[in-house]
């Protein structure tokens, strides 16, 4: 069965430390990935995704992810937080437009 | 990217009364809309896929006839969470997407309506 797992459900990092959220993935074929940002109440805002071509994705927001098929991996990358980054991240991918979904993680970021 | 608006963005309702919570594609058709559901601190959830002009395809659990959703026009989708109780409480989340022939295109999300039966 098609799945997206986040195995890390809460994340903490310092202000301007580096950060790497997981996302794995199980698909029959190469899925369509992405990851969304979500705060608190809100609705959910693309930050990146991948479709083909260049394992490397460049986001919003300082944010990157890369697509590694051999590790069924497309973790989310950011070289320094800041503390507006503070929120739920979640990890979802697709062949068909309807998307499943990550349990997701919560990033806190301390002074 | 694109906009969908969904509305409203909160609404209290009693238990037993009926709320529709509208998807609107604002500057692009959408042929198909996704309804989702999240339990609070949970991932969303699928529950419906409705194309312009026909029946929705509700995933597995999902009673149709409790969540009723209307696609009649390539810009608007409803829900309609009918007889409400307080188990229905949640956020309700859609999202929109046009489909080029042959072509994925990625799906915009509306901003959540939070439902609370009291």
């Known amino acids: 069965a098609q799945s997206v797992t986040q195995p890390d459900i809460h994340i903490t990092v310092s202000e301007g430390a580096s950060l790497e959220l997981r996302c794995n993935y199980s698909?029959?074929?190469?899925?369509?990935l992405f990851w969304y940002v979500q705060s608190p109440g809100q609705g959910l805002q693309l930050l990146l995704k991948?479709?083909?071509?260049?394992?490397l994705v460049q986001g919003i927001k300082g944010f990157e992810a890369e697509f590694k098929r051999s590790q069924s991996s497309f973790n989310l990358r950011k070289p320094s937080v800041h503390w507006s980054d503070a929120a739920e991240y979640f990890c979802a991918g697709g062949s068909q437009g309807n998307l499943i979904f990550g349990k997701g993680t919560k990033l806190s970021v301390k002074p | 990217g694109a906009v969908v608006s969904q509305h409203p963005s909160w609404v209290i309702c009693k238990s037993g009364t009926s709320v529709k919570i509208e998807c609107r594609s604002l500057d692009f058709q959408a042929t198909t809309m996704f309804w989702y559901r999240q339990f609070p601190k949970q991932s969303l959830m699928l529950m419906a896929t409705?194309?312009?002009?026909?029946?929705?395809?509700?995933e597995q659990g999902v009673e149709k006839d409790k969540f009723l959703i209307n696609h009649a026009s390539l810009t608007l989708s409803t829900l309609t969470v009918t007889s409400a109780h307080p188990e229905d409480s949640s956020f309700y989340i859609c999202?929109?997407?046009?489909?080029?022939?042959?072509?994925?295109?990625?799906?915009?999300f509306g901003q959540g309506t939070r439902l609370t039966v009291v």
């Open positions: 409705s194309n312009e002009g026909s029946k929705a395809t509700y």
């Open positions: 698909y029959g074929a190469t899925p369509y």
């Open positions: 991948y479709f083909s071509g260049d394992t």
């Open positions: 999202s929109a997407r046009s489909q080029g022939a042959g072509k994925f295109t990625e799906a915009f």
